[in-house]
């Protein structure tokens, strides 16, 4: 037999004959499946939400409330922590800081925050600084660069 337009078939089993409801009294006949009379015999019957254990879900999932700001927020960086980490004299970069895996991403840009002391004169460039971590930075000698 040759290979033409119009014996051409599906390969076998890769097309299911769809399951034909309500036609007859056998199988799924008369009742279609769905049992005799009630709530879920009719059309759009049982709630959905309401299937047996998902409410309970429902009920222990929290309620979400406020909002999450668009904004984006730096990375924060302390300058006790520079102190820790850098040497007196160092060129401290975001890329530095991301480098010695004291922020998980730069991404927001870093800021460097007043908590803890710093002896150290580094020079701090491509950071935003806040006043107190300004004020001990230079106090130690060091410098901001923008």
């Known amino acids: 037999m040759t290979l033409e337009l119009h014996n051409l078939k599906p390969a076998a089993g890769s097309k299911k004959t769809k399951k034909r409801i309500g036609r007859g009294l056998a199988s799924t006949g008369t009742y279609s499946g769905r049992g005799v009379k009630g709530q879920r015999a009719r059309s759009g019957g049982r709630n959905k939400l309401q299937l047996r254990g998902l409410r309970a879900i429902m009920l222990k999932l929290p309620k979400n409330r406020g909002f999450k700001s668009l904004t984006k ?21 975001p890329k530095l800081i991301l480098e010695k895996n004291l922020v998980k991403t730069i991404a927001n840009g870093v800021k460097i925050l007043g ?32």
């Open 73 to 93: 927020k730096p990375a924060v960086v302390n300058v006790g922590i520079l102190a820790k980490n850098f040497v007196d004299g160092s060129k401290i970069t």
């Open 115 to 146: 908590d803890g002391e710093i002896s150290q004169a580094v020079t701090i460039k491509g950071c935003t600084v806040s006043k107190t971590a300004e004020e001990k930075i230079k106090k130690a000698g060091g410098e901001i660069a923008v």
